[in-house]
């Protein structure tokens, strides 16, 4: 619960610090691994949280379809905080997900979710492997 | 060798210089002596939307490009699957038909199957194929592969196709079936013989593959009848017959599920296995490299099932009239997506042609299909390589191809009958 509090803080940090003064900064992003091990990266907007993955060479994230919903290998598991700050999933992302295994009502496509200075601060979790 | 060369030259004028309408990429034969390599090339250059008016498959469509194959799989709504996935010739289609009657809608397997019949019945036997199944797996695959490995000769050819990539295969089939083990290369004859036209591989007659079929659809309601009167146990028949989504299939629509499982669960890692030791030889730099790094056997594995295309194609048919690349595809109209072709689309892999076991994207390919179609078994085909080559390493120094491979006469099933190799030492 630590964690989640000083992110709290982080987030109302950026905010001030966003309504304050230019430039802004770029939203964080954080991966866990599925081991465990945790990832923290610069994910420019618009950007989507997939590409923020495989261009930092974070393992975990396959996105063998390079990012067309089209194959569920950059499941992630989306922190309940951020749910609701991610636009809902289209069929075809309700669809791949459905024939994933390892599935969770917090399951999302990497891929299909944009960084936005919104998510500044989203962690994601990955899935044992990617299928 | 020089024969071989030679055709592909011949080949090369043919390609370049017929009228594009005359082009029809699904002749099985260039498959067979793969020599199809530059009709694809003038196809996506081209033709990328290539319609084919008269072949012994009928009139269809080729599709030959990357992202205008990814159009047509993932939009299941349009592009049909309930209608059949193979481009099938106008004869098969008719001497089926006369052995097994007129092929209804959405009765084969869930491969042949459009929403909402597809979803429920795919996912019945996914678990099976699932992260922690496969780690059970693992360790018996590994140590079956130790034995295939162990009892082969050295210093002495042997055909790679029979002694290594059918073994293993078959093996790992019979246990997702939980088929008798002793009878296990039954089910690659049964699968040579499904995929096979008569005078190809060992199939003789339309009326020998009836036989064939007959015996292998005794076999698997025989397992059907086991399993349904026992308790539920982890493997893919039991799951079918204990399942709410497929318990109440009936004859014909459970053969369509063996059908899919024999050829899915076998073929493709077979041809994938044998295609990976032909593409190290005929690229030796990269079969060093491997040696000198057995770290990349993981992307090697990817580079080969791209390399190999083991199903060239997929096919749909088009639910409505559908605009694709400045052609008119029409209602009814068969769509062929060529995973080979788009597997070597210089628009979006680069040197798509060379065989680069350390690429940057290797998981980059279309073999697997993409949408809701994508391959059920990839991860167990991927598992299934990666052991065999850890465990090869671990005992061979070298393996020669010592001659040309016998290739698939199919413009489905893109793989090898035969390859001659030699082991010279162990390690």
């Given at each position: ?56 060479l974070i393992p975990g994230i396959d996105a063998d379809c390079g990012g067309a919903c089209a194959c569920a290998t ?53 899935p044992q492997s990617q299928h | 060798m020089n024969v071989a060369v030679g055709s592909l030259e011949q080949a090369r ?415």
């Amino acid at each position: 619960m630590q964690h989640h509090d000083s992110q709290d803080d982080g987030i109302r940090t950026v905010i001030l610090r966003c309504e304050q003064s230019e430039p802004r900064r770029m939203p964080k992003v954080t991966y866990i691994e599925h081991n465990g091990k945790e990832h923290t990266v610069d994910v420019p907007e618009g950007w989507s949280v997939m590409e923020g993955a495989v261009k930092n060479l974070i393992p975990g994230i396959d996105a063998d379809c390079g990012g067309a919903c089209a194959c569920a290998t950059c499941h992630v598991f989306v922190d309940a905080k951020f749910e609701a700050k991610i636009p809902p999933k289209s069929d075809m992302e309700e669809t791949m997900l459905d024939f994933a295994p390892e599935i969770q009502p917090n399951s999302r496509l990497s891929c299909q979710i944009k960084v936005t200075p919104e998510l500044d601060g989203l962690v994601v979790r990955m899935p044992q492997s990617q299928h | 060798m020089n024969v071989a060369v030679g055709s592909l030259e011949q080949a090369r004028n043919d390609a370049w210089s017929l009228p594009l309408e005359k082009i029809d990429p699904a002749n099985a034969d260039r498959f067979q002596n793969d020599t199809i390599w530059p009709y694809f090339e003038r196809l996506r250059r081209e033709d990328p939307v290539h319609y084919t008016a008269d072949s012994a498959y009928g009139p269809y469509w080729s599709v030959t490009r990357w992202n205008d194959i990814m159009a047509v799989d993932t939009n299941h709504e349009v592009f049909s699957s309930a209608d059949g996935i193979v481009l099938s010739t106008l004869e098969s289609i008719a001497e089926n038909e006369k052995i097994r009657g007129p092929r209804d809608r959405n009765a084969g397997g869930f491969i042949s199957m459009d929403p909402p019949h597809h979803g429920p019945k795919r996912k019945t036997v996914t678990p099976v194929v699932a992260p922690d199944n496969l780690a059970r797996m693992a360790p018996q695959v590994r140590e079956r592969a130790g034995i295939i490995l162990d009892s082969l000769p050295i210093g002495q050819e042997f055909d790679w196709v029979d002694k290594v990539s059918k073994e293993l295969t078959a093996m790992t089939l019979a246990t997702l079936f939980d088929f008798p083990f002793e009878d296990r290369r039954k089910l690659t004859y049964w699968s040579d013989m499904f995929t096979n036209a008569p005078g190809h591989g060992p199939a003789k007659s339309w009326l020998h593959k009836k036989e064939a079929a007959d015996e292998c659809f005794g076999a698997f309601a025989h397992l059907w009848n086991q399993r349904v009167n026992a308790e539920p146990s982890f493997d893919m028949i039991s799951m079918l017959a204990h399942s709410p989504a497929t318990r109440n299939m009936d004859p014909r629509e459970y053969q369509g599920h063996v059908v899919l499982l024999i050829i899915g669960g076998n073929d493709t890692t077979r041809n994938t296995i044998s295609g990976s030791l032909y593409a190290l030889n005929k690229y030796p730099e990269q079969y060093a490299k491997l040696r000198a790094n057995p770290g990349l056997i993981t992307s090697m594995v990817s580079e080969t099932i791209r390399w190999q295309t083991p199903l060239a194609h997929m096919r749909r048919t088009a639910l409505r009239d559908f605009e694709l690349g400045g052609k008119q595809i029409k209602e009814g109209d068969k769509v062929v997506m060529w995973y080979v072709s788009g597997n070597r689309d210089e628009s979006m892999i680069a040197d798509p042609n060379a065989y680069l076991i350390d690429r940057e994207r290797p998981r980059q390919h279309l073999s697997f299909g993409f949408g809701i179609h994508r391959c059920v078994g990839n991860r167990v085909a991927e598992l299934q390589l990666q052991i065999i080559w850890e465990e090869i390493v671990k005992r061979f120094p070298d393996i020669r191809v010592v001659g040309e491979p016998t290739r698939t006469h199919s413009s489905f099933v893109k793989g090898y009958e035969t390859l001659p190799v030699v082991i010279p030492a162990r390690n």
